[in-house]
């Protein structure tokens, strides 16, 4: 994940919960977006509400090896809905940009398994009712 601007207690936490739920993540700080923006090897899809659909735009950009997957908050510069490859509409209604994230990976990889990640310290135990964890799994 890119970082804009730069946030360090952001990235420590976001470090933070993925070592305990496993798996690969890594938050690099980015200082000039543009910069990752044209340097990306692969296309780069903006999450708006304002963009085509979602599922109309899915099949340009599904096969590909990298996706670039960019959200804004509140006051998205005009010049990012110029620079990207696509511009998507995930909903046409104002959303999180957490959900329009989790929708497109989703639509791209598939519901995720009730498995544990790799390295993982707890995970979900998943049951009908109640909460259920699982703690230290992989890594100590």
């Known amino acids: 994940m890119y970082l804009h601007p730069p ?6 936490r976001v470090g933070a919960v993925a ?26 899809v903006h999450l708006t509400m304002y963009g085509l659909p979602l599922a109309r735009v899915l099949p ?8 670039l997957l960019v959200v804004g908050g509140a006051k998205v510069p005009g010049d ?3 620079r ?10 104002p959303h ?16 995720p398994s009730p498995r ?5 310290r707890q995970a979900i135990v998943p049951q009908a009712r109640g909460k259920r964890l699982r703690t230290t799994l992989g890594v100590p």
């Open 84 to 93: 990207v490859t696509y511009n998507v509409g995930v909903g046409h209604q």
């Open 96 to 111: 999180s940009e957490v959900a329009a994230v989790a929708v497109v990976l989703e639509r791209l990889l598939g519901l």
């Open 60 to 67: 340009r950009f599904a096969r590909s090896r990298r996706v």
């Open 7 to 12: 946030d360090p207690a952001l990235a420590a």
């Open 116 to 120: 544990a990640l790799a390295g993982a």
């Open 19 to 44: 070592r305990r739920w496993g798996g690969v993540f890594e938050v690099l700080p980015a200082e000039d977006w543009k910069a990752v923006v044209r340097s990306f090897d692969g296309p780069t």
């Open 80 to 82: 990012l809905y110029r």
